[in-house]
């Protein structure tokens, strides 16, 4: 598997914690891992003790070489080095005394380190004994300003409240993680400040705020606010882990079931005389995925509520506000599609309607509530991602693996899917899928698209009086991410996207820098109160590969 950024995510500023803290795995930790995991520790720790036992009980009943070795250490004084002993001789060795005639006598050699040796005059490093060394400057009385590592820890790590933090899903050799990112956008610094380690192959983000309940929290209590991401991956697990905990070795929370699913466990294949890629799909559920996690979103309204799309053609709700017991899950489940649902997103303004869109090609928009009564429209293509309008309650976008980005509205879709159902406007967007797709929250009419043709798009749409938008492309640009998987505008800077893809890159394109950009949207973001900074450079933020640098002063070296 080759190096990639499959998505990423926004954080907006403000919501981090000023000083993250760090994991403490104690006991009522631990207990909750267990409890989460749905494993038997208690049976682990026996079956240690078993054959820590048993390897004790080998040593013991050793005989014939192995007990010879256990007693070679009781007789070493026994033994005689042959070396030594040939060196003796028999008798006292005689050493004969210098005779009174010797010509070194006179030197008195036997009495040189007897004489008294005077201290005073002995140059400059006469008065050395005076000096005094301290180990730790902390000892030293001269030293005034201390050294305090902690103080350099902890101000290396803190967030401030102008930073954005940014989460990617990152897999490089295999290995599969969350990396969370510091921008600071005065200073355009961009820097890795944590990571956590995933069980399987990420696919999808969401940010959300809500405290997840756990077997150990009290849900009687009334909600706080926090900062929590939501992975989705080729497991069918979900799982939520705290951005303001560093170092952590087990999510918040799990939703679903691994003790059922046991995704970890590979499912065979035939009667197992050739070897298939193809696998066996294993029983659904309505409590719990049993195939990878698509896509998630969360719901802003209902806060304890997130929504969920899986390979295994379903989309579930699951309440983040009560803990995940035996026989319990996601507390919907909708079979409104035939094949794999790649994404799902909730309308902000109606917020118990959700829109999905599968490789079925269709997109579906229901009612939670009634999933019986939704509405849809047959697509040319598999889908590729999709959101809703911030801007009009009932448009949404959706991009196709054909190049092509639609705009619908939902109040003119059939109920029946065999009945046509034209879009508002058609784009062709990209050479390829269009694999990202994002509408600007602080901009009314500005999208982005990002395609495997290495480009990422920005759009102008301008509602005509006519009633047809008019669309126009405002700035392309190759952002060196390679095919781009993911590209998402900033919450607090309208210009500002964010894009990553093949190449494990993540950059930061202030769009802002190009005239042309600020020309065409001089309008909107006066009108929206926004004041885009003069900038230097080109606009492009990255992290700074040692690798790459040492690739580019070799090639200058050429």
Not at 176 to 190: A, F, G, P, R, T
Not at 347 to 355: A, G
Not at 431 to 456: E, F, M
Request: glycine share 8%; with cysteine.
């Amino acid at each position: 598997m080759s190096n990639l950024i499959s998505c990423v995510s926004w954080v907006k500023r403000g919501v981090s914690a000023h000083q993250p803290s760090k994991y403490v795995l104690d006991e009522k930790e631990l207990e909750r891992v267990s409890a989460l995991a749905r494993i038997e520790l208690e049976d682990a720790r026996i079956e240690i003790e078993r054959a820590h036992n048993a390897a004790k009980s080998m040593g013991k009943g050793a005989e014939g070489a192995e007990a010879d070795d256990a007693g070679e250490d009781d007789d070493e004084d026994a033994w005689v080095d042959e070396e030594d002993a040939s060196m003796e001789v028999d008798g006292d060795v005689q050493v004969d005394a210098p005779a009174k005639g010797d010509d070194l006598a006179q030197y008195k050699l036997d009495e040189y380190d007897e004489d008294d040796v005077k201290e005073d005059g002995m140059g400059p490093f006469s008065n050395i004994k005076g000096l005094t060394f301290y180990r730790d400057n902390q000892d030293d009385p001269y030293i005034t300003l201390k050294e305090d590592a902690e103080d350099d820890e902890r101000s290396e790590l803190e967030i401030l409240p102008t930073d954005n933090l940014l989460v990617t899903a990152k897999t490089e050799d295999d290995i599969s993680q969350l990396e969370i990112y510091v921008y600071d956008e005065s200073q355009d610094n961009l820097y890795v400040h944590h990571d956590f380690m995933l069980p399987n192959f990420p696919l999808c983000l969401e940010w959300l705020d809500f405290p997840p309940a756990s077997s150990e929290m009290q849900t009687d209590t009334p909600p706080k606010f926090g900062n929590y991401i939501a992975v989705g991956t080729l497991d069918p697990e979900i799982e939520i882990w705290s951005l303001d905990v560093m170092e952590s070795m087990y999510p918040d929370m799990i939703l679903g079931r691994p003790d059922k699913t046991a995704a970890h466990v590979p499912v065979p294949a035939g009667t197992g005389k050739k070897k298939r890629k193809k696998t066996k799909h294993r029983p659904s559920s309505d409590t719990y995925h049993v195939d990878a996690v698509l896509g998630l979103s969360w719901n802003h309204t209902h806060r304890h509520m997130l929504a969920s799309a899986s390979a295994d053609r379903t989309v579930k709700l699951w309440d983040l506000s009560r803990p995940i017991v035996d026989g319990e899950g996601a507390i919907r489940s909708f079979g409104v599609h035939k094949d794999k649902v790649q994404a799902v997103q909730w309308n902000e303004k109606e917020p118990t309607v959700l829109l999905s869109g599968s490789y079925d090609r269709t997109v579906r928009v229901f009612d939670s509530r009634a999933p019986d009564t939704g509405v849809g429209a047959v697509l040319g293509a598999d889908v590729e991602a999709l959101r809703w309008d911030p801007w009009e309650t009932h448009a949404f976008y959706v991009s196709l693996e054909n190049g092509l980005v639609l705009n619908f509205d939902a109040r003119a879709l059939p109920t029946d899917m065999k009945s046509p159902s034209p879009a508002r406007f058609t784009l062709s967007a990209h050479d390829g899928a269009v694999s990202a797709l994002d509408v600007s929250p602080l901009l009314r009419g500005c999208i982005c698209t990002g395609g495997t043709d290495k480009l990422v798009k920005v759009w102008n749409v301008d509602q005509t009086a006519g009633g047809k938008p008019a669309v126009s492309m405002v700035a392309s640009r190759d952002m060196e991410v390679g095919k781009v998987f993911s590209a998402v505008f900033s919450p607090d800077d309208p210009l500002t996207i964010a894009a990553a893809g093949s190449k494990a890159k993540l950059q930061i394109w202030d769009v802002g820098t190009n005239s042309g950009a600020r020309r065409a949207f001089a309008s909107k973001l006066s009108e929206a109160g926004r004041v885009l900074k003069e900038k230097e450079g080109g606009g492009l933020v990255g992290l700074v590969n040692d690798d790459e640098t040492s690739e580019d002063e070799g090639d200058e070296d050429d």
